[in-house]
């Protein structure tokens, strides 16, 4: 049954990772969860080599495409594993005979991505966000760009500190690389101007197992030594992500989201509708002498909002109350602490309104 029917309408949950789902498709899944597709079983019960899953497989690649307005010279590949595994696949697969790569540091996640990429390459620290605390952005004519580098990395969205980029680094000829796994599909993007795009799919897409590679097909078959077979994109490339049991779940319920998405009327309208939201969030935070955002306003992301309270004392108060007014999961990452509201495509406005009304309340309330 679907008891979770009624659910939304007074539980909204803001958790980055794994993140919520629209409700239209967790029904959708729900209603088909024992018989898939008229075949009578349920789809975690069939061969990825039946004509129906492979159909599926193909569908999802194309509405993913079409939604991206994806180039025939990139490969779409659905990938095992998370972000992480593609710290290392990144540059066993893009360092094609050279030592370094260039990394942007914006904070936390770069800076994972950094450590994993130094058992593999000479890492050059292009730029850090260090000095600023990472609330804020090099101008990029103060980049250290080796021109000869294997590809530059980015983090698209930093989902720890609430930081997104609001521009494409210009890279000139050296492949462009970034991790999307926060925002992406939260707007359109202009796939050319990338040599790769990744992104783990328990955020802004699906559950977790399953990471979306998108990437140029001249950058794919040269691997460093010893690659093991499923770290290789060749190994997706030449077997349409099926060279071995994907992760079936996860992939179906991507399939189900990327029509989701089509319905929505397509990436620009979900953009705009981000955008509404988090504004809305972000002009609540900047009206009171409350709350506090300290990234810079051009740099504030679309779908991680943070926000301390005067006294950290506090934090846990605010979650404790949320919390009974239906609002879950708003603690910060450990990292860092304080207070984070997740507004992937999947929240409606509702919830964002009513997290508004809730802390302007809970400002009153505790205001001294
Ligand atoms: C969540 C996240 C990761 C880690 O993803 P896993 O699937 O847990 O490995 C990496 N990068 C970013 C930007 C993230 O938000």
Redesign the pocket.
């Given at each position: 049954m679907n008891t979770r029917a009624d659910l939304p309408a007074t539980i909204y949950n803001f958790s980055?990772?794994p993140a919520m789902l629209p409700l239209e498709v967790m029904q959708q899944a729900n209603a088909e969860f024992l018989n898939w597709q008229g075949t009578g079983v349920s789809v975690l019960e069939i061969s990825h080599r039946s004509p129906q899953f492979m159909a599926m497989v193909r569908e999802a690649e194309q509405d993913l495409r079409d939604l991206y307005r994806i180039p025939d010279n990139y490969h779409v590949l659905f990938v095992h594993?998370?972000?992480?595994?593609?710290?290392s696949m990144v540059p066993m697969n893009l360092l094609r005979n050279k030592t370094t790569a260039d990394y942007l540091h914006t904070g936390?996640?770069?800076q994972?991505?950094i450590n994993e990429a130094q058992r593999y390459a000479t890492v050059n620290v292009a730029m850090s966000g260090e000095a600023s605390n990472y609330t804020s952005l090099p101008e990029p004519n103060t980049w250290q760009l080796d021109p000869s580098a294997a590809y530059v990395h980015y983090?698209?969205?930093?989902?720890?500190g609430g930081l997104e980029f609001d521009f494409i680094p210009e890279t000139g000829e050296v492949p462009l690389v970034t991790?999307?796994?926060?925002?992406i599909l939260s707007c359109p993007l202009d796939i050319s101007r990338f040599g790769l795009i990744y992104?783990?799919?328990?955020?802004n897409i699906s559950s977790?197992g399953l990471?979306i590679v998108i990437v140029r097909k001249d950058l794919v078959g040269q691997t460093v030594v010893n690659t093991p077979t499923m770290f290789d994109y060749r190994t997706y490339a030449e077997n349409g992500s099926l060279y071995n049991t994907p992760a079936n779940y996860p992939l179906y319920l991507s399939a189900l989201v990327f029509k989701w998405l089509k319905q929505q009327g397509g990436l620009e309208k979900v953009a705009a509708q981000n955008h509404e939201k988090s504004s809305l969030l972000y002009q609540a935070i900047d009206e009171s002498n409350f709350y506090h955002n300290t990234v810079e306003p051009r740099y504030r992301s679309t779908m991680?909002v943070v926000f301390r309270l005067p006294n950290d004392d506090l934090h846990p108060v605010f979650l404790e109350e949320a919390s009974k007014a239906g609002l879950r999961h708003l603690k910060g990452h450990s990292a860092v602490g304080g207070l984070r509201a997740s507004v992937y495509n999947a929240m409606p406005r509702a919830g964002v309104e009513r997290l508004i009304n809730f802390m302007q309340e809970f400002a009153h309330k505790h205001e001294q």
């Open positions: 980055a990772g594993g998370g972000a992480r595994h593609q710290f936390y996640w770069s994972q991505a983090t698209a969205n930093e989902t720890v991790d999307m796994s926060s925002n992104a783990c799919a328990q955020k977790s990471t991680n």
